[in-house]
């Protein structure tokens, strides 16, 4: 992590919408893939990669501000947040 870093609400967006993109680039690349398709092993392997993103996607953008996730995580002091 970085010190001193100002989180802010926009942040929730920006990382669900990185989390997004990810999981596409996995679906797309990976999962669709002909032989990681072929080999149970791997298509597991990338499923559960998609699925622990989803997950992530999920626990993040259940929250409207960066405030929520700092008190619930206890974020380190020097972290500071801003709301909108």
């Known amino acids: 992590m970085t010190e001193n870093y100002a989180l802010n609400d926009g942040h929730i967006?920006?990382?669900i919408d990185r989390i997004h993109v990810s999981i596409s680039y996995l679906?797309?690349?990976l999962?669709?893939?002909a032989l990681i398709g072929s080999v149970s092993e791997y298509e597991a392997q990338v499923q559960?990669?998609?699925?622990?993103?989803?997950?992530l996607y999920q626990k993040i953008g259940q929250h409207e501000h960066v405030?929520?996730?700092a008190e619930k995580h206890d974020l380190k002091?020097?972290?500071?947040?801003?709301e909108y």
């Open 77 to 82: 002091a020097g972290f500071t947040t801003t």
């Open 48 to 55: 559960s990669a998609i699925e622990i993103l989803s997950d």
């Open 13 to 15: 967006h920006e990382a």
């Open 31 to 33: 999962a669709e893939h």
């Open 27 to 29: 679906q797309s690349t």
């Open 67 to 69: 405030s929520e996730i």
